[in-house]
Protein backbone atom coordinates (compact mmCIF):
# COMPACT_ATOMS: atom_id res chain seq x y z
CA UNK A 1 0.00 0.00 0.00
CA UNK A 2 1.70 3.33 -1.08
CA UNK A 3 2.32 5.50 1.96
CA UNK A 4 3.09 8.87 0.28
CA UNK A 5 0.72 9.05 -2.98
CA UNK A 6 0.30 11.93 -5.57
CA UNK A 7 -2.61 11.14 -7.48
CA UNK A 8 -2.03 13.77 -10.14
CA UNK A 9 0.12 11.81 -12.67
CA UNK A 10 -0.09 15.28 -14.77
CA UNK A 11 -0.92 19.00 -14.98
CA UNK A 12 -0.53 21.70 -17.38
CA UNK A 13 -0.54 25.40 -16.51
CA UNK A 14 -0.25 28.69 -18.29
CA UNK A 15 3.17 30.94 -17.96
CA UNK A 16 2.97 33.41 -15.51
CA UNK A 17 0.26 31.33 -13.35
CA UNK A 18 0.41 29.48 -10.02
CA UNK A 19 1.04 25.58 -10.34
CA UNK A 20 -0.34 23.58 -7.17
CA UNK A 21 1.37 20.25 -6.88
CA UNK A 22 -0.35 17.63 -4.16
CA UNK A 23 0.89 15.04 -1.98
CA UNK A 24 -0.93 13.33 0.84
CA UNK A 25 0.49 10.58 3.27
CA UNK A 26 -1.28 7.98 5.26
CA UNK A 27 1.50 7.85 7.97
CA UNK A 28 0.95 10.12 10.66
CA UNK A 29 4.12 9.23 12.13
CA UNK A 30 6.19 10.95 9.27
CA UNK A 31 7.28 14.30 10.39
CA UNK A 32 9.67 15.84 7.41
CA UNK A 33 8.94 16.03 3.62
CA UNK A 34 10.81 16.91 1.05
CA UNK A 35 10.18 17.69 -2.72
CA UNK A 36 12.05 16.75 -5.86
CA UNK A 37 12.66 18.19 -9.28
CA UNK A 38 13.33 15.65 -12.39
CA UNK A 39 14.53 16.81 -15.97
CA UNK A 40 14.18 13.69 -18.60
CA UNK A 41 17.83 12.00 -18.65
CA UNK A 42 18.69 13.36 -15.32
CA UNK A 43 18.86 12.44 -11.47
CA UNK A 44 15.98 14.38 -9.26
CA UNK A 45 16.98 17.27 -7.24
CA UNK A 46 16.24 18.81 -4.08
CA UNK A 47 13.61 21.41 -4.42
CA UNK A 48 12.22 22.56 -0.73
CA UNK A 49 11.40 20.67 2.39
CA UNK A 50 9.25 21.04 5.74
CA UNK A 51 9.72 19.91 8.95
CA UNK A 52 6.29 19.09 10.84
CA UNK A 53 6.40 21.89 13.42
CA UNK A 54 5.60 24.33 10.65
CA UNK A 55 2.96 24.62 8.19
CA UNK A 56 4.76 26.54 5.09
CA UNK A 57 8.33 26.97 4.09
CA UNK A 58 9.03 29.45 0.93
CA UNK A 59 12.40 29.66 -1.12
CA UNK A 60 11.70 32.10 -4.08
CA UNK A 61 8.87 31.56 -5.97
CA UNK A 62 8.32 28.08 -4.46
CA UNK A 63 6.56 27.24 -0.84
CA UNK A 64 5.68 23.84 0.45
CA UNK A 65 2.28 24.01 2.83
CA UNK A 66 1.84 21.20 4.89
CA UNK A 67 -2.02 20.10 6.62
CA UNK A 68 -1.19 17.36 9.53
CA UNK A 69 -4.27 16.93 10.18
CA UNK A 70 -5.37 15.98 6.54
CA UNK A 71 -1.88 14.32 5.95
CA UNK A 72 -1.60 16.58 2.75
CA UNK A 73 0.69 18.82 1.63
CA UNK A 74 1.23 21.31 -1.79
CA UNK A 75 4.09 22.76 -3.49
CA UNK A 76 3.09 26.07 -4.70
CA UNK A 77 4.84 27.74 -7.54
CA UNK A 78 4.26 31.21 -8.35
CA UNK A 79 4.74 32.56 -11.20
CA UNK A 80 5.54 28.95 -13.20
CA UNK A 81 8.15 29.27 -16.04
CA UNK A 82 8.62 27.00 -18.87
CA UNK A 83 11.67 25.56 -16.94
CA UNK A 84 9.99 24.27 -14.09
CA UNK A 85 8.32 22.16 -17.01
CA UNK A 86 9.86 18.75 -15.07
CA UNK A 87 8.48 15.78 -13.01
CA UNK A 88 8.04 16.58 -9.27
CA UNK A 89 8.29 13.68 -6.61
CA UNK A 90 7.37 14.46 -3.09
CA UNK A 91 9.02 12.58 -0.29
CA UNK A 92 8.16 11.73 3.50
CA UNK A 93 11.42 10.52 5.93
CA UNK A 94 10.98 7.49 7.28
CA UNK A 95 13.49 6.65 10.04
CA UNK A 96 15.96 5.85 7.84
CA UNK A 97 15.47 6.09 4.50
CA UNK A 98 12.76 8.00 1.87
CA UNK A 99 9.28 7.22 0.90
CA UNK A 100 8.71 8.51 -2.26
CA UNK A 101 5.29 9.19 -3.94
CA UNK A 102 5.03 8.57 -8.13
CA UNK A 103 5.38 12.00 -9.16
CA UNK A 104 3.28 14.69 -11.46
CA UNK A 105 4.17 15.89 -14.74
CA UNK A 106 3.98 19.84 -14.97
CA UNK A 107 4.24 21.00 -18.44
CA UNK A 108 4.39 24.71 -18.35
CA UNK A 109 3.06 26.61 -21.86
CA UNK A 110 3.78 30.20 -22.78
CA UNK B 1 33.78 17.76 -6.79
CA UNK B 2 32.16 15.23 -8.70
CA UNK B 3 28.93 14.87 -6.58
CA UNK B 4 27.59 11.28 -7.19
CA UNK B 5 28.36 9.19 -10.49
CA UNK B 6 27.38 6.30 -11.69
CA UNK B 7 28.81 3.67 -13.89
CA UNK B 8 28.11 2.31 -16.75
CA UNK B 9 24.99 4.85 -18.14
CA UNK B 10 23.29 2.65 -20.07
CA UNK B 11 23.55 -1.25 -20.53
CA UNK B 12 22.05 -4.17 -22.52
CA UNK B 13 21.76 -7.29 -21.10
CA UNK B 14 20.50 -11.09 -21.77
CA UNK B 15 18.08 -12.90 -19.04
CA UNK B 16 20.22 -14.86 -17.20
CA UNK B 17 22.96 -12.73 -16.82
CA UNK B 18 25.04 -10.73 -14.33
CA UNK B 19 26.00 -7.67 -14.09
CA UNK B 20 27.19 -5.17 -11.44
CA UNK B 21 26.33 -1.04 -11.15
CA UNK B 22 28.45 1.08 -9.78
CA UNK B 23 28.16 4.32 -7.46
CA UNK B 24 30.49 6.70 -5.97
CA UNK B 25 30.21 9.63 -3.72
CA UNK B 26 33.00 12.40 -2.72
CA UNK B 27 31.00 14.22 -0.29
CA UNK B 28 31.70 11.99 2.64
CA UNK B 29 28.26 11.07 2.71
CA UNK B 30 26.74 8.32 5.58
CA UNK B 31 24.01 7.23 3.96
CA UNK B 32 23.58 5.74 -0.01
CA UNK B 33 21.01 4.41 -1.85
CA UNK B 34 19.53 2.28 -4.77
CA UNK B 35 16.27 3.20 -6.41
CA UNK B 36 14.60 2.08 -9.15
CA UNK B 37 12.08 4.11 -11.63
CA UNK B 38 9.49 2.73 -13.52
CA UNK B 39 7.08 4.91 -15.37
CA UNK B 40 3.92 4.97 -13.29
CA UNK B 41 5.73 3.77 -10.19
CA UNK B 42 7.91 6.57 -9.11
CA UNK B 43 11.21 5.93 -6.79
CA UNK B 44 11.01 2.67 -5.75
CA UNK B 45 13.95 1.95 -3.02
CA UNK B 46 15.58 -1.27 -3.40
CA UNK B 47 18.86 -1.24 -1.23
CA UNK B 48 20.31 1.23 1.28
CA UNK B 49 23.35 1.81 3.45
CA UNK B 50 23.45 3.82 6.43
CA UNK B 51 27.53 3.66 6.66
CA UNK B 52 30.40 2.06 5.54
CA UNK B 53 29.72 -1.43 5.84
CA UNK B 54 25.86 -1.60 6.39
CA UNK B 55 23.42 -2.70 4.25
CA UNK B 56 19.58 -3.01 4.44
CA UNK B 57 16.84 -3.92 2.65
CA UNK B 58 14.40 -1.47 0.60
CA UNK B 59 11.20 -1.80 -1.10
CA UNK B 60 11.58 -3.80 -3.55
CA UNK B 61 14.76 -6.22 -2.97
CA UNK B 62 14.66 -9.08 -4.50
CA UNK B 63 16.61 -9.89 -7.40
CA UNK B 64 19.25 -7.84 -6.06
CA UNK B 65 22.17 -7.48 -4.10
CA UNK B 66 24.52 -5.26 -2.45
CA UNK B 67 27.85 -4.13 -0.97
CA UNK B 68 29.11 -0.74 1.13
CA UNK B 69 33.20 -2.36 1.15
CA UNK B 70 34.11 1.54 1.31
CA UNK B 71 32.40 4.42 2.48
CA UNK B 72 32.18 6.06 -1.06
CA UNK B 73 31.40 3.42 -3.10
CA UNK B 74 27.75 1.20 -3.31
CA UNK B 75 27.65 -1.05 -5.74
CA UNK B 76 24.32 -2.85 -7.00
CA UNK B 77 24.45 -6.27 -8.30
CA UNK B 78 22.10 -8.61 -10.34
CA UNK B 79 23.15 -12.20 -10.46
CA UNK B 80 20.38 -13.32 -12.96
CA UNK B 81 19.01 -10.71 -15.07
CA UNK B 82 15.48 -10.67 -15.57
CA UNK B 83 13.45 -8.21 -18.30
CA UNK B 84 11.44 -7.34 -15.18
CA UNK B 85 14.51 -5.44 -13.99
CA UNK B 86 14.39 -3.56 -17.15
CA UNK B 87 14.36 0.10 -15.76
CA UNK B 88 16.55 3.02 -15.07
CA UNK B 89 18.48 3.06 -11.73
CA UNK B 90 19.54 5.71 -9.39
CA UNK B 91 21.95 5.93 -6.65
CA UNK B 92 21.71 8.81 -3.80
CA UNK B 93 23.64 9.82 -1.31
CA UNK B 94 23.03 12.26 2.39
CA UNK B 95 25.13 13.07 4.78
CA UNK B 96 21.72 11.90 7.64
CA UNK B 97 18.17 10.70 6.76
CA UNK B 98 16.86 14.17 7.15
CA UNK B 99 19.37 15.67 4.99
CA UNK B 100 18.59 16.31 0.90
CA UNK B 101 19.72 13.17 -1.06
CA UNK B 102 22.08 14.17 -3.94
CA UNK B 103 21.19 11.59 -7.08
CA UNK B 104 23.09 10.63 -9.34
CA UNK B 105 22.70 10.30 -13.23
CA UNK B 106 21.01 7.53 -13.52
CA UNK B 107 21.65 3.64 -15.55
CA UNK B 108 19.53 2.65 -18.38
CA UNK B 109 19.34 -0.90 -18.30
CA UNK B 110 17.48 -2.88 -20.27
CA UNK B 111 16.95 -6.77 -20.09
CA UNK B 112 16.29 -8.78 -23.20
Known amino acids: DQQVKQNSPSLSVQEGRISILNCDYT??????FLWYKKYPAEGPTFLIS?????DKNEDGRFTVFLNKSAKHLSLHIVPSQPGDSAVYFC?????????FGTGTRLQVFP | NAGVTQTPKFRVLKTGQSMTLLCAQD?????MYWYRQDPGMGLRLIHY???????AKGEVPDGYNVSRLKKQNFLLGLESAAPSQTSVYFC???????????FGPGTRLTVL
Open chain 1, 27 to 32: NSMFDY
Open chain 1, 91 to 99: AASDPDKLI
Open chain 1, 50 to 54: ISSIK
Open chain 2, 27 to 31: MNHEY
Open chain 2, 92 to 102: ASSYSVSDEQF
Open chain 2, 49 to 55: SVGEGTT
